[in-house]
């Protein structure tokens, strides 16, 4: 995916800050790739890769990662699953929260059990 964030002050008015900062905070650059591997009727494997180019106007370098989610369909209505989020690093910058300082995502492992049922 490529984003290009152009604005234009109206005449009389300048507010080529606010669009410096606009611009920039867009990245340009975003990609993913995303597989689905099944092993048969119970095991199935979701790795998910992506990188997200620079935000310049917040100094937020791009960064790649990782996610991969392993489930486990134990019987009709039960599924147990393991996802791993972020995986490539232990941590990176994703840009600026409200007060101005940089937001960072950690790595995380989740799991979960669903339990469904049908009529």
């Known amino acids: 995916m490529h984003v290009h964030v152009a604005l234009h002050s109206k005449a009389g008015f300048s507010q080529a800050a606010s ?26 494997i979701v790795p998910d890769y992506r990188f997200v180019s620079a935000l ?4 937020t370098p791009s960064y790649k990662t990782g996610d991969a989610r392993i489930s486990y369909h134990v019987e009709h209505h039960v599924e147990l699953s393991v996802t791993g989020r972020n995986l490539e690093q232990a941590r990176h910058e994703e840009g600026e929260g409200n007060n101005n300082n940089a937001v960072f995502i950690k790595r995380e492992v989740v799991g979960g059990v669903v339990w469904s049922w049908e009529r």
């Open 19 to 44: 669009a410096t900062s606009i611009e920039g905070g867009s990245p340009h650059r975003a990609a993913s790739v995303e597989g689905i591997f099944t092993f048969g009727p119970h095991l199935e």
């Open 56 to 59: 310049p106007a917040q100094n």
